[in-house]
């Protein structure tokens, strides 16, 4: 609900100081925090710069005068803001509903503190209910998932509405695999990995810090209410 999602982004907002450079996630909630983070530096002169995980939140960015910045070698990600498609009670997370789960990761894993943004509706006990999102090269792609069907037999490509194949800001493509209950979602991560032709998994295992559901903050192994 776009309340709850407005609600967590300011939450969210507290976590940022002047000075930062933080990492911008993709997709609705995002967008919430992405109007916060502007207003910041609007009204508190905050000098802040981005880093974007999508071309859509790119465009967002500039919409809202966000200065930002491409990745480089030097840059030292304070914070990530994002948003999730699930979250366990472990704040394991299922991500890349969007598309943008390999730029997600790779900033994600590179930032100080990763604070998520949901609303109520992806809190789960466990993960899978949510396709999981696998980023795959194109070239060789019907023998790659074939591969990964050896690990997760229902796998479909991922489409655009008008039926075309949807490609990810890194002209890839994306399989949305049934997640069957995994034993070890870390074990389940590797194995994918080892699959030549897997550029990313949306399995985000021990990468956020802190989740803010509507307006409360899960720290990591708090227990659900
Ligand atoms: C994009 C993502 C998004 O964070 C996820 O899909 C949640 O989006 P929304 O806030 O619109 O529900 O992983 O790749």
Redesign the pocket.
């Known amino acids: 609900m776009n309340s709850h999602?407005k609600s967590a982004a300011g939450i969210a907002a507290k976590y940022v100081k002047d000075g930062m450079t933080i990492g911008l996630?993709?997709?609705?909630?995002?967008q919430f925090f992405l109007e916060e983070l502007a207003e910041l530096i609007d009204r508190e002169k905050f000098s802040i710069t981005g880093v974007c995980t999508s071309s859509a939140t790119e465009r967002e960015a500039q919409k809202l005068k966000i200065p930002i910045v491409s990745l480089q070698k030097e840059t030292s990600l304070d914070l990530t803001v994002?948003?999730?498609?699930e979250i366990d009670i472990h704040l394991n997370l299922i991500?890349?509903?969007?598309?943008?789960?390999y730029r997600?990761k790779l900033i994600a894993k590179n930032s100080q503190t990763v604070v998520i943004i949901?609303d109520e509706s992806k809190k789960v006990d466990v993960l899978g209910a949510f396709p999981l999102p696998i980023e795959i090269t194109k070239f060789g792609n019907e023998l790659i998932q074939r591969k990964i069907e050896d690990l997760l037999p229902l796998t479909s490509l991922r489409k655009n509405a008008d039926g075309s194949i949807f490609e990810s800001d890194n002209n890839n493509y994306i399989l949305d695999c049934k997640l069957e209950h995994a034993n070890s979602l870390l074990h389940l991560e590797q194995e994918l990995k080892l699959i030549t032709g897997v550029v990313e998994t949306g399995l985000f295992i021990n990468v956020a810090d802190v989740a803010i559901v509507n307006n409360y903050k899960i720290e990591k192994d708090d227990q659900y209410a």
């Open positions: 999602k996630g993709t997709g609705s909630t995002v994002d948003g999730a498609d991500k890349g509903g969007g598309g943008a789960l997600e949901a």
